[in-house]
């Protein structure tokens, strides 16, 4: 008895089937952190960065983004490019990320930040953003977990 089909065409399909699964659950990931984000300039929510194998530490305060469409585009270009047994990075390197991910603002609040045309409005409460109260990236992420157990 043989094989009707070469077990290494087996294999490669495997590879690639785990390698689409990958993509789908990063592509989920990534919207999932770009709808959960704050949105002041649009720069936090404009500097989610997709990158494989390798860690992405940029951060451009110029790069704005207040929907994420062009920031969710660019992560699944970048995503398309996947090989299987690869590893997927999401990340932001905003200097407030932290900031907004784990609270640390001051609380009470005294002033709250500067708005042309509104004046001075408070925008956190209790030490965290009022956009994002439970974070950003662990919300996300078990909600990620919870859907694909």
């Given at each position: 008895?043989?094989?009707?089909?070469?077990?290494?065409?087996?294999?490669?399909?495997?590879?690639?089937?785990?390698?689409?699964?990958?993509?789908?659950?990063?592509?989920?990931?990534?919207?999932?952190?770009?709808?959960?984000?704050?949105?002041?300039?649009?720069?936090?929510?404009?500097?989610?960065?997709?990158?494989?194998?390798?860690?992405?530490?940029?951060?451009?305060?110029?790069?704005?983004?207040?929907?994420?469409?062009?920031?969710?585009?660019?992560?699944?270009?970048i995503?398309?490019?996947?090989?299987?047994?690869?590893?997927?990075?999401?990340?932001?390197?905003?200097?407030?990320?932290?900031?907004?991910?784990?609270?640390?603002?001051?609380?009470?609040?005294?002033?709250?930040?500067?708005?042309?045309?509104?004046?001075?409005?408070?925008?956190?409460?209790?030490?965290?953003?009022?956009?994002?109260?439970?974070?950003?990236?662990?919300?996300t992420?078990?909600?990620?977990?919870?859907?694909?157990k």
């Open positions: 008895m043989g094989w009707s089909n070469n077990p290494k065409d087996f294999i490669k399909q495997i590879e690639n089937d785990l390698c689409d699964y990958q993509k789908k659950i990063v592509a989920d990931a990534l919207q999932g952190v770009i709808e959960a984000s704050p949105v002041d300039s649009g720069a936090f929510k404009g500097n989610h960065r997709v990158s494989i194998n390798s860690i992405d530490t940029g951060f451009n305060e110029n790069i704005q983004d207040k929907t994420g469409s062009e920031t969710l585009a660019k992560g699944l270009n995503l398309a490019q996947l090989v299987p047994f690869s590893v997927v990075y999401i990340q932001n390197n905003a200097p407030y990320g932290k900031v907004l991910e784990y609270g640390g603002y001051p609380d009470p609040v005294k002033n709250g930040s500067w708005v042309k045309g509104k004046g001075f409005v408070i925008k956190s409460v209790k030490g965290f953003s009022k956009q994002a109260p439970l974070g950003i990236y662990g919300v992420f078990t909600l990620i977990k919870e859907k694909y």
